[in-house]
């Protein structure tokens, strides 16, 4: 009885697993796609042991990061770096790598410029990551802006960090919008926004080309994500993205940063 027992036990669970397991597959094959990099399932940056990581931007990277450097539990905010650290942290805890985030919100890239020194310069990171331009655009108040000084003060900031170590690794992410928030009923506000971010990421397009470090072109990421889910889902107000924007943000950071460093 005992063994007729167990048998049936067996049978079952065979029986149910094999249920879940083609139930789990035929949804996932019926998922829509939303990022190039699904889950957890891709290839690891190779960092050698102590790499210092710094994330620069707006508030985009901001994300209330704790000032107080004794207080760990909220270091490091809760934007896209704190996803990655949590997750490189977990994937690879035998690198101890540190991660900083000086991120300020309302930022544009000459007040990075400005800060440089203090909270690039001086932090001595083996790996730069910049994400910034919206700013620009919302402070210029219809304004036209300046996009030669725009490149300007942003080649400042790759070759001063060259210079200081010729060595570091740089990651470029393209500022970004979406139409939901105000832009909804705002299409002319949206025309503007959309024209200079296209004209910024050019700009860190070729930046990144030209000193060859590692680009992310996250507006066509957030474009082709809204395409399969719906801008709402992933920016609420047009530039600052939701809890799974933010973790868009981090595969993709994660998965490209592998493919130069490895």
């Avoid at 397991?21 to 949804?27: D, E, F, H, V």
């Avoid at 985009?60 to 770096?81: A, C, F, P, Q």
């Avoid at 909270?119 to 910049?130: E, F, G, H, T, V």
């Avoid at 304004?143 to 200081?164: F, G, H, N, T, V």
Wanted: glycine share 8%; hydrophobic share 35%.
């Amino acid at each position: 009885m005992n063994n007729r027992r167990n048998f049936l036990k067996g049978t079952l669970a065979t029986t149910g697993a094999g249920a879940f397991a083609s139930c789990q597959s035929q949804l996932l094959s019926s998922s829509k796609e939303t990022s190039t990099y699904k889950g957890y399932n891709y290839q690891l940056p190779k960092f050698t042991k102590g790499t210092r990581l710094l994330f620069q931007g707006d508030s985009i990277t901001d994300m209330k990061w704790g000032r107080n450097e004794k207080d760990r539990n909220h270091y490091l905010g809760h934007s896209y770096v704190f996803l990655i650290a949590s997750r490189l942290g977990v994937d690879m805890p035998e690198a101890q790598l540190e991660f900083f985030n000086r991120g300020m919100s309302g930022h544009r890239v000459q007040d990075l410029k400005q800060r440089w020194q203090k909270d690039a310069l001086d932090m001595k990171p083996d790996l730069l990551s910049i994400l910034v331009g919206v700013n620009d655009i919302v402070k210029s108040t219809g304004a036209p802006i300046d996009m030669k000084k725009w490149e300007s003060d942003y080649r400042y900031l790759l070759e001063s960090s060259l210079k200081q170590n010729s060595n570091m690794k740089i990651v470029l992410l393209n500022p970004f919008v979406l139409p939901t928030g105000r832009f909804v009923n705002d299409p002319q506000s949206l025309h503007r926004f959309k024209t200079y971010i296209d004209k910024m990421g050019a700009i860190v397009g070729a930046l990144a080309n030209e000193y060859q470090t590692t680009h992310i072109k996250t507006q066509e990421i957030f474009t082709k994500a809204s395409e399969q889910a719906g801008a709402e889902n992933w920016i609420w107000d047009g530039v600052h993205p939701l809890p799974q924007g933010h973790e868009l943000i981090a595969r993709n950071w994660i998965a490209e940063v592998a493919k130069t460093i490895s």
